[in-house]
């Protein structure tokens, strides 16, 4: 249950950059009450996760899926760069939490 939560904290980590991107370009009062609430969830979720999975990996994780996360969403929504190096070093992130579950 720990390692659901830890995933679902993940993607609701990744919610909450895309809400400061909306906050920042339309500045509408629902992007700051969901970003408050993707990363208070977000938040409570990895605090749970925690209490089985180790502080160094349950962290390593959640903030790479947030940065793997608003990386693809930027891509998809905002037009940002595709461009093959960025695609490379997300598959190295992606890499680098499949490597801490094994080992963990």
């Known amino acids: ?7 679902i904290a993940g993607f609701l980590e990744a919610f909450g950059v895309a809400m400061i991107n909306q906050w920042h370009t339309k ?3 629902t992007s700051l009450i969901l970003l408050a609430l993707g990363f208070g969830s977000s938040l409570l979720l990895l605090s749970y996760s925690m209490r089985t999975i180790p502080m160094g ?3 390593a994780i959640w903030t790479g899926m947030g940065v ?4 693809i969403i930027g891509m998809i929504f905002y037009g940002e760069s595709k461009d093959w190096k960025r695609i490379f070093f997300i ?3 992606i890499s680098a939490a499949i490597g801490l579950k094994l080992v963990s």
Do not use: H, N, P
């Open 1 to 7: 249950m720990a390692w659901l939560s830890l995933i």
């Open 27 to 29: 500045r509408k009062w």
């Open 57 to 59: 990996t349950a962290y």
């Open 68 to 71: 793997v996360g608003g990386t």
């Open 91 to 93: 598959g190295v992130v």
